[in-house]
């Protein structure tokens, strides 16, 4: 990122010196769920478009490109009402899907959808932080993972349990495609006080929570603590403009590609040195 700009998000930021009281911050977290699944309620399948950009960004998601020459697996995590399925199934006609998100909503929408067919697509509930995902797939059988703006809307003390559980179910050499908010992105620099309940971890008026990730914490969680390999990890920018409102700014995201070791002994041993860390992440200290 540009010096310049940095400095300036960075006194922005600086100036909002008040946090949410510990209470609504327990409260806010501990509801997390129920937040989107009460914002599903309110929006069923109107709020977000189908995501037909991915193959663009990822070329994973391309038909032929990583997959095994068995029947490709993917899952998707924080699948919502399937925005990111329809078209990556559609675009993959040999494709196997499971999908899961912490909403019951959003899982029932993605069922109900004329599009959905159990012979392509497996649709559950699950709690990425808590609910183990081999218990509905068997390890280390996934191909990709799609992380998409999904490891924002959890607290960042969850966030390495959730690392360990996906790690669990990816093939040997599988990989997690990651696409989230950036630290210093505008979202995050409009949020007046009253909004931070610690650094870069903001509610929204909803209730639903938003981090903004810089590529060291992605660094952090995945590969000290979750024992893959990075492949990719950068920011990248998409300028918004409206002249109405005079806005001229960049959104800032990060993306980024991790994957599994290929042999599954490296796999089980990250697991294991996972299952000991502090669950307050607190063996997330980069200097170790």
Known sequence: M??????????????????????????????????????????????????????????????GHVFSEETPVLLEIGCGVGNFIWP??????????FACDFSPRAVGF???????????????VCDITKDRLADTIPP???????????????????QAAAVSNIAEILKPGGRILFRDYGMYDLAQLRFKSGHKLEDNLYVRQDGTLSYYFSTQRLRELFVQHGGLVELENDYTYKRLVNVKKNID??????QAKFQAPIDTESIDQAMANTRLADPNGDAMDTQN
């Not at 700014?249 to 990060?254: K, L, W």
């Open 2 to 63: 540009d010096d310049e700009f940095v400095a300036r998000a960075q006194e922005t930021l600086a100036k909002d010196t008040s946090t949410v009281p510990e209470f609504w911050q327990n409260k806010y977290k501990a509801e997390a769920a129920v937040n989107w699944d009460k914002f599903y309620n309110r929006n069923t399948t109107n709020f977000f478009k189908d995501r037909h950009w991915t193959d663009r960004e990822f070329e994973e998601l391309r038909p």
């Open 88 to 97: 990556v199934l559609k675009l993959n006609p040999s494709l196997k899907v």
């Open 110 to 124: 993605v069922k109900a959808n004329e599009a959905y067919s159990g012979d392509r697509c497996h649709a559950f």
């Open 140 to 158: 280390h059988s996934v191909d990709i993972v799609s992380a998409i703006f999904v490891f924002s809307a959890l607290p960042p003390e969850k």
């Open 249 to 254: 700014s960049e959104r800032i995201f990060v």
